[in-house]
């Protein structure tokens, strides 16, 4: 079955098969120009057709490009210098240290953590530093706690605290 199957594929793709054939009684065969009269375009590639054609015209569809071997040795050194880089920063020491710093508060009014953990981490001896976590608390004035009184929008504040962070 997949014999046939494979015959006719073959049948359907191969237009014929290629025949000699003379011209008819009457009819003149035509002459090729002279070479001196011939335009010197460069011959056009023969198309072939056939099965192992039409599956290399498939496999050029589906499948991406090769690389030639410069190409793939530039990626392979590119690949190996980003993992190094990555490397010389997992081997600088580092040291998760505790504590609470109150982060200030920047221009648009959210808390800056990164300068709090720095100063968390220089307190301990180190350099710099990143925020791990985070606590917030709510200050309120004394006066929301007098009965009757209304509360008002500026009567309680929220503080952000680092109290972990990752310091180099």
């Known amino acids: 079955m997949a014999f046939a199957a494979l015959a006719a594929l073959l ?9 000699s054939t003379s011209p008819a009684p009457g009819v003149q065969e035509s002459t090729p120009l002279p070479p001196d009269s011939q335009p010197s375009a460069p011959p056009a590639r023969e198309e072939k057709p056939g099965l192992f054609n039409e599956m290399g015209k498939f496999f050029d569809k589906i499948l991406p490009p090769l690389k030639s071997p410069g ?9 190996t210098k980003d993992a190094g880089d990555a ?6 020491p580092s040291t998760v240290v505790t504590g609470r710093v109150a982060c200030p508060v920047s221009t648009n009014g959210a808390p800056d953590c990164k300068q709090a953990a720095e100063k968390l981490c220089q307190s301990k001896g180190h350099k ?6 985070a606590d ?31 310091c180099q």
């Open 11 to 19: 049948m359907i793709m191969q237009p014929g098969w290629t025949q």
């Open 71 to 79: 190409e793939t040795m530039d990626d392979l050194n590119a690949r």
């Open 87 to 92: 490397l010389s920063r997992l081997a600088k």
């Open 128 to 133: 710099e530093g990143k925020s791990l976590s």
């Open 136 to 166: 917030s608390a709510e200050t309120c004035s004394p006066k929301v706690f007098i009965p009757g009184r209304q509360r008002k929008p500026d009567d309680c504040r929220t503080n952000t605290f680092v109290t972990r962070a990752l």
